[in-house]
């Protein structure tokens, strides 16, 4: 079993460094942490929202147009009875 020892020295430096903060300042530091930590979640929660809400608008502005093969099909018969109608016209059959 290995074991380690750290010199004396060593311990009561890092107790003295650690006791020069009054308590007082450490408690005023935890609680302007808490009340920084709110301000940016509020604001996070206010980005998100505003995130949203323009995503929302620039969905509504997109124009989807969704394929319908029946309508289609038939546009495209009414555009070729047209063409070829056009064409006996110019002939001289109409």
Do not use: N
């Not at 206010?46 to 029946?70: C, F, K, M, S």
């Amino acid at each position: 079993m290995i074991t380690t020892e750290q010199p004396e020295s060593a311990t009561t430096s890092k107790k003295a460094a650690g006791s020069d903060l009054p308590s007082e300042k450490i408690i005023d530091f935890f609680t302007a942490r808490r009340a920084l930590l709110k301000e940016t979640e509020a604001e996070t929660r206010l980005l998100g929202l505003e995130e949203t809400v323009r995503l929302a608008a620039e969905q509504r502005r997109r124009y989807i147009r969704l394929p319908d093969p029946l309508a289609d099909t038939l546009l495209l018969f009414i555009f070729a009875a047209a063409v070829l109608l056009a064409l006996l016209v110019i002939a001289g059959f109409g």
